[in-house]
T-cell receptor, first 115, second 110 residues
């Protein structure tokens, strides 16, 4: 199946700093990528839809100035958590569709811990 | 409101003990139903996509079925390596975003 790579897999930062997470589709072009957030023992919650070359669409309740999304190319989307706080600690997962079958493939996830 | 409900929340099986996981959904326009497997600390791993009622798909010990209101993931003679959380999701948006259920955590004991 299609491969989606996410980096870093784990990051620990101090409160107030910004953290960037990268999501790459390795063997296909993805015009649309999605960013999810998952709390312990909870399911994945969609944060935003990232479209190549245009602004991301954020779900209700997700602060767009807090979670900056950039989709500069057909294979790369980035999520930047700005001025991170402990409550931003979570598991962030990106996904991308190959567009051929409509299936969504997920990255390995990034565990963010804000101290 | 679009909703996905999975049951049970947790399931413990003995190796070789077959069972089924349920995913019921209420959506305004189903574009597809997806099953994923998620291991701790990992992203979801794609298993199946079902598009229409009556459709069935199989992969090794897993078989997914779909009706107009629910989907089942049947596990035949499970092995300990099948232990994971199984997520069900539905695609309803034009761009393909998914709405996930909370998952069923499966534990298979040897």
């Amino acid at each position: 199946g299609a491969v989606v790579s996410q980096h870093p897999s784990r990051v620990i930062c101090k409160s107030g700093t910004s953290v960037k997470i990268e999501c790459r589709s390795l063997d296909f072009q993805a015009t649309t990528m999605f960013w999810y957030r998952q709390f312990p023992k909870q399911s994945l919650m969609l944060m935003a839809t990232s479209n190549e070359g245009s602004k991301a669409t954020y779900e209700q309740g997700v602060e767009k100035d807090k979670f900056l999304i950039n989709h500069a190319s057909l294979t790369l989307s980035t999520l930047t958590v700005t001025s991170a706080h402990p409550e931003d600690s979570s598991f962030y997962i990106c996904s991308a569709s190959s567009g051929v079958t409509g299936e969504l493939f997920f990255g390995e996830g990034s565990r963010l811990t804000v101290l | 409101e679009d909703q996905v409900t999975q049951s049970p929340e947790a399931l413990r099986l003995q190796e070789g003990e077959s069972s089924s996981l349920n995913c019921s959904y209420t959506v305004s326009g189903l574009r597809g139903l997806f099953w994923y497997r998620q291991d701790p600390g990992k992203g979801p791993e794609f298993l199946f996509t079902l598009y229409s009622a009556g459709e069935e798909k199989e992969k090794e010990r897993l078989k997914a079925t779909l009706t107009k209101k629910e989907s089942f993931l049947h596990i035949t003679a499970p092995k300990p390596e099948d232990s994971a959380t199984y997520l069900c999701a539905v695609s309803v948006g034009s761009q393909g975003n998914l709405i996930f259920g909370k998952g069923t955590k499966l534990s298979v004991k040897p």
